[in-house]
């Protein structure tokens, strides 16, 4: 029993192993050249092919499937093979090649009717460019081919070759494609904190900012000097130069306060807190015309829009000056906002102080005097207060009230022997601005908002210099003041 049973295992793997064999042999033979099928098929239908040799000997097609028509193997072979197949009297079937189909035509653009060099027209059996005046000419084999002209910048026209004029070179005229790009933010530009927007300008958020080589505080006006197209001159804030435009053509903003004064020593740093100070935006290429200033540029400071809920300070000493900042909330829905900055040179002055003076008394009479005046107690001062209070009114309304007071004294007595007699006077130098600001702003729903911006601010520069040999004492004084009211409806 267990021999039989081993035997019909054998015969069992022997029968079903063959059956790939078979089925691939079967395969093979399903494929004949196509000449030897002519013969078959003259013989089984009683017809007679007649074709040149050159066309069909290097082609093979499948069997047909037995008990087809004549006429229906002929229809199989016709879309196996390309070949035309024409039945002649007294069964004689002609086999030929089809004739080549020559297109031509001009490729033009759809909007400006100009010639387009260079497009490419590509089908199943070839491949054409075009020329200078935008023709082309190829050759398919059957009009059922598929055609495709591309060019770079616009959009691919894919028809079949019966749908060109094959009497005429007709136009073929392409749509410019264009790609709408997403915007492109670069963060930490320079150092971290500065980034430049998909508009060009450039924002710098202080809290985020790394401080520059060279400089003792995140300092903002000296700062935006390191931005290509920004520069100084005498490398000073007080002369800021912005793609080739002068310092009054920029315009500096303070919460949105037209300043007309922005350094201290002169130039050297920057009246503008930087503990205060929260973000900075800096346009090169022009301001926008709601501004009504800035034709070369414009340097907009803003605080923290954000209402703190707890009590921060910060007390500092560098220097050059000694500084405050408190940040103190007032209820739940506003916050007051104070720093200040005073200089320590009435109490102590520093190697930085000294270097500081020498810089800013260069080639002027304070450094140097009539051979026989001298100068003397020198002293230069200066202090800055920044305010800001904001307030959440409601979920719709915000307040906000910015106040800034600046100051820049110089002093020096001139000394000379007059009459067999010294004589004594001080000149001086006083810079000041004071500036306040109200802001107000109502969301009515997501798409309107009403603003409402109004400011004061004051710039005062008063100059004494005396004349001890002449007995003489000038006085220069020049003021300006600004007021401004403006509300805007915005539409988002």
């Not at 390309?82 to 079937?93: A, C, E, M």
């Not at 050059?320 to 720093?339: E, H, K, L, T, W």
């Not at 040999?469 to 003021?479: A, H, I, P, V, W």
């Amino acid at each position: 029993m267990g021999i039989k049973t081993a035997r019909f295992l054998y015969i069992f793997i022997f029968l079903f192993s063959s059956v790939p064999l078979i089925a691939e042999a079967q395969q093979e033979q399903d494929t004949v050249p196509l000449v030897q099928l002519f013969r078959q098929l003259q013989k089984d239908y009683n017809i007679e092919f007649n074709y040149a040799l050159d066309n069909v000997e290097d082609i093979s097609v499948l069997l047909p499937e037995p008990g087809l028509s004549i006429d229906d193997i002929l229809n199989n072979l016709r879309q196996e093979t390309g070949l035309i197949f024409t039945v002649l009297s007294d069964n004689v079937i002609l086999v030929k090649k089809p004739d080549e189909v020559v297109i031509c035509g001009y490729v033009n653009d759809k909007d400006d009717l100009s010639p387009l060099a260079g497009a490419t027209i590509q089908s199943e059996s070839g491949s054409a460019v075009t020329d200078d005046n935008g023709f082309f000419r190829i050759s398919v084999n059957s009009t059922n081919e598929e055609i495709t002209v591309r060019h770079l910048g616009y959009k691919s026209i894919k028809r079949l070759a019966l749908n060109f004029n094959l009497q005429d070179c007709s136009d073929v005229f392409m749509v410019p494609f264009f790609e709408e790009l997403q915007e492109v933010v670069i963060s930490n530009y320079i150092v971290p904190g500065v980034d430049k927007l998909n508009n060009g300008d450039f924002a710098l958020n202080i809290p985020k900012y790394n401080i520059l080589p060279g400089l003792i505080d995140a300092d903002v006006l000296q700062s935006v000097q390191a931005f290509p197209g920004i520069m100084s001159v005498n490398e000073t804030v007080s002369n800021i130069n912005i793609r080739g435009g002068t310092h009054d053509q920029n315009l500096i903003l303070w919460d949105g306060i037209k300043m007309y004064q922005s350094g201290h020593f002169f130039g050297l740093i920057s009246m503008y807190n930087p503990q205060i100070t929260n973000k900075v935006r800096i346009t090169k290429n022009g301001t926008d015309a709601s501004m009504t200033d800035g034709v070369s540029g414009s340097i907009a400071m803003m605080t923290n829009p954000e209402v703190n809920r707890e009590f921060k300070a910060e007390i500092g000493l560098n220097l050059i000056d000694f500084n405050v900042y408190f940040d103190v909330p007032v209820g739940r829905s506003s916050s007051f906002q104070i720093a200040a900055r005073k200089a320590i040179s009435d109490l102590i002055e520093t190697p930085t102080y000294d270097r500081f003076f020498d810089r800013i008394e260069q080639d002027t009479e304070v450094a140097a005097n009539e051979g026989s005046v001298v100068n003397s107690d020198k002293s230069f001062d200066f202090y800055d207060t920044s305010l800001r209070w904001l307030s959440r009114i409601s979920d719709k309304d915000e307040l906000r009230l910015n106040f800034i007071l600046v100051a820049n004294e110089l002093k020096f007595d001139e000394s000379a022997q007059v009459d067999q007699l010294t004589q004594s006077r001080t000149s001086s130098l006083d810079q000041n601005s004071i500036a306040g600001g109200l802001f107000y702003r109502r969301t009515w729903n997501e798409a309107w908002r009403t603003e409402l911006e109004v400011f004061e601010t004051d710039y005062k520069l008063k100059a004494i210099n005396v004349n001890v040999l002449d007995s003489q004492r000038f006085l220069q004084e020049n003021k300006v003041s600004e007021t401004s009211a403006k509300i805007s409806v915005i539409h988002n």
